[in-house]
């Protein structure tokens, strides 16, 4: 044996992606990525994102799941927890006592939340007061096209849903920011405190109503909205609005190998899931996909991974079968499918570039995430490690290894941990995504592509 096959018999050389994929292989890329934007566009909202996949499922043949059901091997099911997250599966030739194969995105994403109590004028600008959800980095918000997003509960009963600023004859919404000449003193600022949470104020209108009195701008956007939603100001309390990035999910560089959109963290792996579940006939272990809401804001809350929705919607299944919850997790795997943070060179000091997930080298696979000393992380086992990477190159998916950024850098989490309390072996992996929590986030193609044949892997293991 020669130097050269001593090197390529024992050492690892980690490839770009597009060195392995076919032509046909990148044309099936293509097409699930324009799937995938149509989704994104349409999707922009946890809420948003769970009425897409009740739609899409009832259209593949899943039917809401009640209890007394009967099902059989390929039967398809779905609940729909509260408008705000869905639990899908696809029932598998063997009995849920061998467990279920779990593939588990979120479909929520940072933005800013409109206060209970939030329009209000000030110097003849209306404005509406928001709330950060998640992290972001507060600057990043101003002076960039935002839209409106949401569902009112009216006074009589009625709820309405509401998106204002993402068609083309729209007017889109603001937040200002200072103008250089007069920002001495904002410079000399911390990127954390150059813009704070409560300048996070988004310009709604300026022209005042004809007459007396008092707040006449305020008035006006207070008239438009209850002449479009038929709400009145107090309606406010009882909705759900939020500020979200206005505009479409677009193919970024020259070559359109990226695609740049709000909200792919983690709606890139949620369509990934979803696309991959809907095309498997009958698996031989139970296929579930798990749609959650809340992880950016730490899984909590009944439709976040830490509410029992997950246990009543698998309990119902096993009970289909005389199969006790906890047998079923006990032997069930999860893919926590979630981004991680892309290599970016213009930040090279934050990340060591040996262990890190870069663009273009596929589903990025996770052994923990975590902050400090592995903190807050699953930690998968080599045991779990191994299945996951044996599935992924029996199925030729292209994957690479993931850590989060340097040791002491930060941190980070996802629903893995949870899923893991549960007694439930879980893996974590997803896209790589260069500029993550930002208004626009960055991912590739290639990598969108591997992340949907991974889940598949995943279900048909
Ligand atoms: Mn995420
Ligand atoms: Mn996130």
């Known amino acids: 044996?020669?130097?050269?096959?001593?090197?390529?018999?024992?050492?690892?050389?980690?490839?770009?992606?597009?060195?392995?994929?076919?032509?046909?292989?990148?044309?099936?890329?293509?097409?699930?990525?324009?799937?995938?934007?149509?989704?994104?566009?349409?999707?922009?909202?946890?809420?948003?994102?769970?009425?897409?996949?009740?739609?899409?499922?009832?259209?593949?043949?899943?039917?809401?799941?009640?209890?007394?059901?009967?099902?059989?091997?390929?039967?398809?099911?779905?609940?729909?927890?509260?408008?705000?997250?869905?639990?899908?599966?696809?029932?598998?030739?063997?009995?849920?006592?061998?467990?279920?194969?779990?593939?588990?995105?979120?479909?929520?994403?940072?933005?800013?939340?409109?206060?209970?109590?939030?329009?209000?004028?000030?110097?003849?600008?209306?404005?509406?007061?928001?709330?950060?959800?998640?992290?972001?980095?507060?600057?990043?918000?101003?002076?960039?096209?935002?839209?409106?997003?949401?569902?009112?509960?009216?006074?009589?009963?009625?709820?309405?849903?509401?998106?204002?600023?993402?068609?083309?004859?729209?007017?889109?919404?603001?937040?200002?920011?200072?103008?250089?000449?007069?920002?001495?003193?904002?410079?000399?600022?911390?990127?954390?405190?150059?813009?704070?949470?409560?300048?996070?104020?988004?310009?709604?209108?300026?022209?005042?109503?004809?007459?007396?009195?008092?707040?006449?701008?305020?008035?006006?956007?207070?008239?438009l909205l209850n002449e479009k939603y038929g709400m009145i100001e107090s309606d406010f309390v009882s909705a759900e609005l939020t500020i979200v990035p206005a505009g479409r999910c677009r193919e970024l560089g020259l070559d359109r190998s990226l695609l740049a959109a709000y909200g792919h963290d983690d709606r890139v792996c949620a369509y990934a899931e979803m696309e991959s579940l809907f095309e498997l006939g009958t698996p031989n272990k139970t296929a579930v996909c798990i749609l959650a809401d809340k992880e950016e804001i730490g899984s909590v809350g009944v439709t976040g991974m830490l509410s029992q929705a997950f246990e009543y919607f698998m309990e119902l299944l096993c009970d289909t079968q005389g199969v006790k919850l906890t047998t079923c997790f006990a032997h069930s795997f999860c893919l926590s499918a979630d981004v991680s943070n892309a290599y970016d060179p213009n930040f090279a000091e934050t990340c060591d570039k040996r262990n890190n997930s870069q663009v273009n080298y596929g589903v990025a696979i996770c052994k923990y995430t975590g902050a400090r000393g592995k903190s807050g992380a699953s930690d998968a086992s080599a045991e779990a490690m191994s299945h996951v990477r044996t599935a992924l190159n029996n199925a030729g998916v292209i994957w690479q290894i993931a850590t989060m950024g340097k040791v002491d850098q930060g941190g980070g989490g996802t629903v893995a941990a949870y899923m893991a309390n549960r007694n439930i072996t879980t893996v974590d992996a997803g896209v790589p995504v260069l500029s993550m929590h930002a208004p626009m986030e960055i991912v590739s193609k290639l990598d969108c592509y591997m992340t949907k044949l991974a889940c598949k892997a995943i279900y048909e293991a």
């Not at 940072?110 to 709330?131: G, M, Q």
């Not at 911390?190 to 300026?206: D, P």
């Open 1 to 223: 044996m020669n130097i050269d096959q001593l090197r390529e018999s024992i050492l690892a050389a980690p490839k770009n992606g597009y060195t392995k994929m076919s032509e046909e292989q990148k044309n099936e890329m293509n097409a699930y990525c324009r799937r995938y934007a149509a989704f994104m566009d349409a999707a922009k909202t946890e809420r948003e994102a769970t009425v897409w996949a009740v739609r899409e499922a009832e259209k593949q043949g899943f039917k809401p799941l009640v209890p007394g059901m009967d099902l059989k091997p390929g039967d398809r099911v779905y609940m729909n927890n509260r408008g705000k997250s869905i639990l899908l599966a696809v029932m598998g030739a063997q009995s849920l006592a061998e467990g279920a194969n779990i593939c588990a995105a979120h479909v929520d994403s940072p933005r800013l939340d409109l206060k209970p109590n939030p329009l209000y004028e000030d110097s003849e600008i209306a404005y509406v007061k928001t709330h950060y959800y998640g992290g972001i980095k507060k600057y990043q918000w101003a002076t960039v096209p935002l839209a409106l997003h949401g569902t009112v509960c009216c006074k009589d009963g009625s709820s309405v849903d509401v998106i204002i600023g993402e068609d083309d004859n729209d007017p889109i919404l603001m937040i200002s920011d200072l103008l250089p000449h007069l920002a001495a003193d904002q410079m000399k600022k911390t990127l954390a405190e150059g813009i704070v949470g409560e300048q996070l104020n988004v310009i709604m209108g300026s022209e005042p109503l004809e007459g007396e009195g008092a707040d006449l701008v305020k008035l006006h956007v207070m008239k």
